[in-house]
């Protein structure tokens, strides 16, 4: 609905981030309703998700510099991702292949956590937030896909890894909400804790503030509060 409205690229990659997840779910859900059997279907399933960091690094790409080598890397990650689990043959699907798009998910989902985290320290109020949850989300989702691996690696661990699995997955669909389309009353309660932060600002003892000064800070506070790029007092 974002995307729709403003048709900005920010919105887009979104879009590209949870709608391919939303879709194949709808998808899954209607062939399993209809009882059609489709051989493609896990393969695309696992495809949209090694696809998931790879968008959350385009996403990232919008507020801080993403270098080229991380970019090719993550370009070159996901290509062999991709032709180990669409082809079942050798030499497309070997054990040192497997390993490389094992490490390139959790790599990359690493990164963005990381790339996020950073984003967070830098950013006040409502951006400061989401950016948190964002990090966090990735970092479970990470967790997740580990989680998963050595699940089938060692079906004796299945039992013991399954509700880990779903807790660590619900986390992570919680945090991504919260980053991505947090609901008004936790927007309010962010915005909040910066305008607590404004009131209880007490200037340097023995030095009056001038009208300016207390205009300018309001700016800034109000700027960190939202999450914009600049702001204005009349």
Known sequence: VQWMRWRD????????????????LILE???????????????????????HPYLLMRVVAHFR?????????????????LIVTWTATWP???????????????WLLGYVAWAFR????????????????????ASLMAFVFILAVLTAMLPVSRAATAALILLAALGAALNYY????????MRRLW???ELYGFLSDRPVAGVPSSRQDVL????????????ATGGAAA
Do not use: E
């Open 191 to 193: 915005q909040s804790s």
């Open 65 to 81: 510099r993403v270098s080229r080598t991380v970019k090719r890397a993550a370009t070159a990650g996901l290509v062999v991702s």
């Open 92 to 106: 497309y699907r070997t054990r040192p292949l497997i390993a490389v798009a094992f490490l390139y998910f959790v």
């Open 216 to 227: 300018n800070r309001l700016c800034s506070f109000a700027v960190s509060a939202v999450g």
């Open 29 to 51: 859900r209607t062939l399993r309703l209809t009882q059609i059997q489709a051989a493609w279907i896990r393969p695309l399933g696992i495809s949209v998700l090694l696809a």
């Open 178 to 185: 919260f980053a991505f389309a947090p609901p008004t009353w």
């Open 118 to 137: 950073q984003g967070a320290r830098g950013a006040g109020g409502v951006t400061h937030w989401r950016m948190q949850h964002a990090a966090l989300g």
């Open 9 to 24: 690229r920010v919105s887009l990659d979104i879009f590209l981030v949870f709608g391919t997840l939303g879709i194949l």
